[in-house]
């Protein structure tokens, strides 16, 4: 979902997102790519914050489960081989940007983004600023 600014593929579900600009087919739209980049950082924050999300596997698990008819255990994989943790490295400040590039690539099958790694970066430090 790069052509909407979600490289997450974030489900629209009213939270009202900086940047939102709307939705399409039940997933947010985002005015910047920086937009949908950091609702994504956010969201993974408080998944470890307020969730008791722990690991890799915790948040993959919770992003992607299995009852959503999701390939879970393969997009861990792929997730944990692109960024170079293990399912249980816990997700931190310093691996959180390398994660969700590998998140942004199994969710829109392409390993080449419209994005750099700083971009990654900047998203976690807004996500982990204070509100």
Known sequence: MLDINNPGNIRA????WQGLGGS??????FDTMQHGLHAMAKI?????ARDGVR?????????????DDNPTEA?????C?????????????DNLPDGIMAMCRQENGV???????DDVVLAV???LAPS
Request: some cysteine; charged content about 10%; aromatic content about 16%.
């Open 125 to 127: 430090q807004s996500a």
């Open 55 to 67: 690991t890799w596997r915790d948040a993959i698990y919770r992003w992607a489960p299995p009852g």
């Open 81 to 93: 081989n692109w960024a170079s943790l293990t399912p249980d490295t816990l997700v931190n400040d």
């Open 75 to 79: 997009y861990l994989t792929n997730v």
């Open 13 to 16: 579900n009213g939270i009202p």
């Open 44 to 48: 993974l924050v408080n998944y470890v």
């Open 24 to 29: 399409t087919g039940g997933f947010c739209i």
């Open 111 to 117: 390993f080449v983004l419209p994005f750099s790694r």
